[in-house]
């Protein structure tokens, strides 16, 4: 007899109904629990990367929902499509809960660190046996099924706890613009903010600026007020900025923009000024009449979406691909490659979806925001937070590209070799150089214009940065590395200023939005925590500092800063030119400049591999790095690089026979033509052996 014909009853359909939802609920807790949870959490605590990106309430809450829901959305379509297959439905929801598991087993394990080999396969077994428990077993089913609500309870953690939650809950906007006729005056105000700028690496021996080096940031000083013994208020720059534009140290958690600083320097003088404003990291220019900050709207979701496939690649990827990924640690965004056609798109949006590893894009939207000074434009506040010197650093003085921005690159610490952390010391020298070509392109837009007597030009930074061997870059520590990564270039020139003046009273950039008001006309407000320059603060003043949300008295002073520079004249010796100084380094450097004989003989030294552009390769470069095998111990400096026949710098960072890294900082004006050469003897006559 022939079997009925199964029919598709309504009890059927219903069943098979269950099924799906309750496969639905608990995929969408395993993927939840591999994707939308650890994005979520990195994403909650870091407010700044939806800040930077300019995006509203509306995308933030619309980047949760595709976090959190995206995932099983598309696990639930292709589901819907299998639903009739009982067997196709079944290996489709082993696999969705398989890839949760997997997901989230390996987040664990990166977190703990563990070796690549132990990461995949943990994630593997872990995922193998929850997958097989929660198809055979019945309990474990329906716990797996409850899991399911992880998702709406990590949507609503990120909405209504995290820090990021609070761009969702926002504040009611509060007018607090100045009338025009309260200003005694209206002169073009340009303010420029540098970022991670070392005051001791700027200066020469005469603790002035050093103007063989940075030409235009020492005539801007010889023209204006320099406040030599100026600090930062803190040491992060999303709170970094938006205490120096509101004058004031934000409340733990604040956030970068207008809702947590409502009184600022673009609100109160929204009417009475046409707003110019670039702010690459922070968003406190909300007027529609802030002309910098609508240009990059576009694209800036999709840019949010490609970051955060970035940034969750590093929490689960284990090491040996995570390597692989773009740079996280240098901004806040743009964290994907930049586009082949970057040339064609306006510098402005381009910055928006492009990453802070591309230091010559930051020239070009320097170079853009200058050429938008006018003459005999109305009363205009043009800001501009220039990410310059800030790593990587890849550019010479003359704004050129240099190196990839992979190589030579560290990560959070100074080396703790000596010569190492000099070579991050000077790879930062050179491209300060380029943000000294930025001020003087400024000037002399000025100039031209006809405004360079009636501006109120301020040039200020956010925060310096470390460079004692073994501390981290960005983290305050005990003593004198703590003036590296406070102390900062701070410059006002006022309208009709004729001669220069150094202050050496302690002053901060909390003091600046004061001092503009002075020169204004109108008192500091009661919301300022800063002080009018014009009126030279008492030599006993106290400063205060945030380090990561904590505030603290500032004891140090502009004695530390000086012996800091005494420390960097020692890394960089005296020299008749001044980059000279940069690449004349170790115990031959008398060498640098002179040719090398044609009596150079081969040496048993051996080069395994060079690290740097070929010969023929289109850009130049500075940072070279060579591996090399010897047999006996080399000190730093022995390693001689020549182009030409012409010593152009030394390397180092290798104390011991064998094979060995060595690196350091060459001339780079001039092609890549190199060739390598060991010293050894009397420095006034030493002996050259040709490394092959």
């Not at 977190?111 to 929660?134: E, K, N, Q």
């Not at 420029?192 to 001791?200: G, Q, R, T």
């Not at 030294?605 to 060579?626: E, F, I, M, Y």
């Not at 060995?660 to 030493?686: C, K, M, Q």
Request: with cysteine.
């Amino acid at each position: 007899m022939t079997a009925p014909a199964s029919r598709d009853t309504p009890t059927s359909r219903a069943a098979r109904g269950r099924e799906l939802l309750t496969a639905l609920a608990a995929v969408t807790g395993a993927l939840t629990a591999g994707i939308g949870q650890p994005l979520l959490d990195l994403y909650g605590k870091n407010p700044t990367m939806f800040v930077a990106a300019y995006q509203p309430a509306g995308r933030v809450v619309l980047f949760a929902l595709v976090t959190v829901l995206g995932p099983p959305a598309a696990w639930f379509a292709v589901a819907l499509l299998a639903r009739t297959r009982r067997r196709l439905l079944a290996l489709w929801r082993v696999l969705g809960l398989a890839v949760g598991y997997v997901l989230a087993a390996l987040v664990v394990c990166v977190r703990l660190g563990l070796p690549d080999v132990a990461t995949v396969a943990s994630a593997l077994v872990a995922a193998t046996l929850l997958s097989v428990l929660v198809t055979r077993v019945r309990a474990a089913r329906s716990i797996a099924s409850l899991m399911g609500l992880l998702a709406p309870l990590v949507l609503a953690t990120f909405l209504f706890v995290s820090q990021s939650g609070a761009l969702v809950r926002g504040h009611d906007a509060v007018d607090v613009s100045l009338p025009p006729a309260k200003l005694v005056s209206r002169p073009t105000i340009v303010w420029i903010v540098l970022d991670e700028a070392n005051l001791a690496m700027l200066l020469d021996r005469t603790d002035a600026i050093d103007p063989s080096r940075y030409p235009n940031l020492a005539a801007l000083a010889a023209a204006s007020t320099w406040y030599r013994n100026a600090i930062g208020m803190d040491n992060q720059t999303q709170r970094a900025v938006p205490g120096l534009l509101a004058s004031r140290y934000g409340p733990a958690g604040a956030l970068p923009n207008a809702s947590s600083f409502p009184t600022n320097a673009f609100s109160l003088l929204d009417r009475a000024y046409r707003i110019d404003a670039f702010e690459p990291v922070t968003n406190l220019c909300v007027s529609s009449r802030c002309l910098g900050n609508v240009l990059h709207a576009p694209h800036a979701f999709r840019s949010v979406l490609n970051d955060a496939a970035v940034a969750y690649g590093t929490l689960v990827l284990p090491d040996f691909l995570r390597s692989r990924l773009p740079a996280t640690d240098t901004g806040w965004g743009g964290f994907e490659a930049l586009p082949d056609n970057r040339t064609t798109v306006d510098p402005f949006a381009k910055v928006r979806h492009v990453s802070w590893r591309y230091p010559d894009v930051q020239v070009e939207v320097a170079g853009t925001f200058i050429d938008r000074i006018r003459a005999h434009e109305p009363p205009t506040l043009h800001f501009l937070h220039a990410l310059l010197p800030h790593r990587p650093w890849y550019l010479a003085p003359d704004g050129t590209r240099l190196d990839d921005p992979e190589v030579g690159a560290e990560g959070d610490r100074v080396p703790v070799d000596r010569w190492r952390a000099q070579t991050r010391a000077a790879e930062y020298a050179l491209q300060a150089g380029a943000a000294d070509l930025v001020v003087g392109r400024l000037i002399a837009r000025l100039k031209a214009t006809g405004l360079w007597d009636t501006t109120l030009l301020v040039l200020s930074a956010d925060h310096g940065i470390n460079f004692s061997p073994g501390e981290m870059f960005r983290s305050p520590a005990t003593g004198t590395p703590e003036d590296e990564l406070y102390a900062v270039p701070m410059i006002v020139h006022t309208p009709g200023q004729r001669s220069g003046a150094v202050v050496d009273a302690p002053t901060s950039t909390v003091d600046l939005l004061p001092t503009v008001f002075g020169v204004l006309g109108i008192a500091p407000l009661p919301t300022f925590e800063g002080v009018d320059l014009a009126r030279v603060p008492a030599s006993t003043r106290v400063r205060q500092v945030d380090a990561f949300e904590k505030p603290a008295p500032y004891p140090l002073g502009l004695a530390s800063v000086l012996a800091r520079r005494r420390t960097y004249d020692a890394w960089f010796p005296s020299a008749a030119e001044g980059w000279n100084r940069i690449f004349a380094r170790g115990r031959y450097r008398d060498l640098l400049g002179t040719r090398i004989g044609s009596t150079a003989t081969a040496t048993d030294a051996r080069l395994v591999a060079v690290h740097a552009p070929k010969p023929q390769a289109a850009s130049r470069t500075s940072w070279v790095g060579v591996d090399l095998s010897v047999d006996h111990p080399v000190e730093d400096g022995a390693i001689v690089v020549a182009r030409h026949d012409t010593v152009i710098g030394f390397l180092g960072g290798v104390h011991t026979a064998g094979p060995g890294f060595f690196e350091g900082v060459v001339d780079w004006r001039g092609d890549n033509a190199f060739s390598y050469y060991l010293a050894s003897g009397d420095p006034a006559s030493p002996t050259l052996t040709r490394i092959r």
